[in-house]
């Protein structure tokens, strides 16, 4: 079982940059790509930046697109969400997401991180 451990969230300013982290543990998993949901109460959760493992293709949602920066260590298989100019409306509950190689879904989901924004 792949274990995904976010860290990083916290509050933040209208404004303001946070940079949240993501760190798969346990046993040993090959991957494909990885993601960055967020969900707040009563909504569906969304996704918000994936990135490929062998070519770094990224992908972001349109709402985040020029605001926030996916990248990733290969060293340390960790996955990193930079997000620059934070809106209120940028508050979730921010989760990892592990695509394993040669699937189409997304196999495994951290606890998730919460970010606040305010105005």
């Known amino acids: 079982q792949v274990h995904l451990v976010e860290s990083g969230g916290g509050l933040a300013q209208a404004g303001d940059s946070l940079k949240i982290s993501c760190a798969p543990s346990?046993?040993?998993?090959?991957?494909?790509?990885m993601a960055w949901f967020r969900q707040i109460p009563g909504k569906d959760r969304e996704f918000v930046a994936s990135?490929?493992?062998?070519?770094?293709?990224?992908n972001y949602a349109d709402d985040v697109r020029g605001r926030f920066t996916i990248s990733k260590d290969n060293a340390r298989n960790m996955m990193f969400l930079q997000m620059n100019r934070l809106k209120p409306e940028d508050t979730a509950t921010y989760y990892c997401?592990?695509?394993?190689?040669?699937?189409?879904?997304?196999?495994?989901w951290g606890q998730g991180i919460q970010v606040t924004v305010s105005p």
């Open positions: 997401a592990l695509q394993g190689f040669g699937t189409v879904n997304y196999d495994f």
């Open positions: 346990g046993r040993s998993w090959p991957i494909q790509g």
């Open positions: 990135i490929k493992w062998n070519d770094d293709r990224t």
